[in-house]
């Protein structure tokens, strides 16, 4: 049983699971049942995720000095 089923899981706790899920299904050892249980899971999951990554990038913009979006440099770290 996944934390999904549960209660709502934190982004790494969902991350983790919606993994566990990717492999099941990809194993090819499920039935074509098992295989869209485990698939509608995945996608309660993947939004679960989708909105803790909303909800972070929200709070980064409130806390940024400026409050404008700016786009991430990786050749200055």
């Given at each position: 049983?996944?934390?999904i089923d549960t209660?709502?899981?934190d982004f790494e706790t969902a991350m983790a699971d919606l993994e566990v899920?990717?492999?099941k299904i990809e194993s090819g050892n499920l039935?074509?049942?098992?295989?869209?249980?485990?698939f509608e899971k995945g996608v309660k999951l993947s939004r679960v995720c989708q909105a803790?990554?909303?909800d972070a990038e929200h709070r980064?913009?409130?806390l940024s000095e400026d409050g404008e979006?700016?786009?991430f440099d990786d050749s200055s770290v």
């Open positions: 049983m996944t934390s209660e709502k899981p899920l990717v492999s039935s074509l049942e098992e295989s869209l249980k485990e803790a990554l909303k980064v913009k409130i979006e700016n786009d």
